[in-house]
């Protein structure tokens, strides 16, 4: 009788992760180790505003608290806020009628404000005055009987509710390989506005070819992207070119997050990473790195990239020096409507957004 061998694979052992300690000693680099920390980073003063709006609702109104849309881009923000009794959602028709609902900071169009007063909910409009700004453009040029285009990602909140305001006037121009392929009514009167957080580079690279196609195109009244977006992409270009690695700390649905990584890249970062939490740091990115560049989108609170710093001191990069490229002190009063139910109440405290990171702390 033959008996045939079989052979069982033995199941595979999971690697042990090695702690940075480790990764350190393992993995000596040419050069002193050390951060150059981008400032500004992290919150501008539209997203504070935002959150400190839903926050100060939680307190007057108490849970629930509605919120359309995330009221920011950040991760840890709107689970934060979650844990405090926010509940998000993605359209009005989510609320029960008669509750609260914040407009999230990215802005809505004219129509999801009238679906909320056919719901009979009462709102709390946390737009930042910055993309506003951008609203009241495109409704002044679309009465002006304007072509706008409306230099933007297709699909963000922000350039739905722009385009929103006029969406027979507005043509959405997703960046320079669209440009070709715009048309309008009269090549004298065309104007371009853009959403807020785009890389700036790009969105002049696009203006440039659209002014090609359309020489008298109009400029808009003032700079369309916002202080803090062409803030936080000028302190990553002066650092970059130094960098082995840049980390950016930002969600993915963050567009200005994900811009910062890529303007790292192009201004010569070796390499570049954006991560939501410090814990998602991949040792394999430290090899041959001397000089970690890091910096953070404008949703993103200071206590993340805190958290980034002592990760990286525990991998051997314990200099860390701020490179400031700019110094930030705009203020946005809290939504109008929650400033009289404050005001009525008494409360003074945090009237105003803005709190602006720029220090080690």
Same mark, same amino acid.
């Given at each position: @009788? ?6 069982? /694979? @033995? ?47 939680? !307190? &007057? ?28 959602? !993605? ?11 914040? =407009? ?12 909320? !007063? ?8 946390? *737009?930042? +005055? ?38 027979? &006037? ?5 960046? +320079? ?26 969105? @002049? ?8 196609? =359309?020489? *008298?195109?109009?400029? /808009? /009244? ?18 970059? /070119? ?23 890249? !192009? ?18 990115? =430290? ?44 203020? =946005?009063?809290? +939504? ?11 409360? *003074? ?13």
């Amino acid at each position: @009788m033959s008996t045939t061998a079989i052979s069982v /694979p @033995m199941p595979a052992v999971p690697r042990r992760r090695r702690s940075p300690e480790e990764v350190a000693a393992a993995a000596p680099v040419v050069g002193t180790k050390r951060v150059l920390l981008a400032a500004p980073r992290g919150y501008c003063a539209g997203v504070d505003r935002a959150v400190i709006a839903v926050e100060k609702a939680l !307190e &007057h109104y108490g849970a629930p608290v509605y919120v359309r849309k995330q009221i920011v881009h950040n991760v840890h923000v709107v689970s934060s806020l979650e844990a405090k009794g926010a509940i998000f959602v !993605e359209e009005n028709e989510e609320v029960p009628e008669g509750a609260l609902v914040v =407009f999230s900071a990215h802005g809505v169009s004219p129509a999801v404000v009238k679906s909320a !007063e056919d719901r009979g909910l009462r709102t709390i409009d946390a *737009t930042c +005055p910055l993309v506003t700004k951008v609203h009241k453009e495109a409704v002044r040029f679309a009465n002006d009987d304007y072509d706008i285009l409306l230099i933007g990602h297709e699909g963000h909140e922000e350039v739905e509710g722009t385009a929103g305001e006029a969406p027979e &006037h507005i043509q959405i121009v997703n960046g +320079p390989h669209e440009v070709d392929k715009v048309q309008v009514r009269d090549p004298e009167k065309v104007i371009w506005l853009s959403q807020t957080t785009l890389s700036v580079d790009e969105t @002049m690279e696009t203006v440039r070819l659209l002014k090609d196609r =359309f020489p *008298t195109l109009q400029d /808009p /009244p003032s700079d369309d992207i916002c202080y803090a977006t062409t803030n936080r992409q000028v302190a990553i270009k002066k650092i970059a /070119p130094q960098s082995d690695l840049v980390i950016v700390v930002g969600s993915a649905n963050s567009s200005n997050s994900v811009r910062l990584v890529e303007v790292a890249l !192009e201004y010569g970062a070796k390499a570049s990473h954006r991560v939501d939490f410090a814990n998602e740091i991949d040792e394999g990115w =430290f090899e041959g790195v001397a000089t970690v560049g890091v910096t953070s989108g404008a949703s993103v609170p200071e206590i993340l990239v805190q958290d980034v710093l002592h990760l990286l001191a525990r991998y051997g990069y314990g200099e860390v020096e701020e490179v400031v490229t700019a110094e930030e002190d705009i203020l =946005f009063s809290l +939504p109008k409507e929650l400033r009289a139910t404050l005001k009525a109440a008494g409360d *003074t405290s945090r009237s105003l957004g803005g709190r602006s990171h720029g220090r080690v702390g």
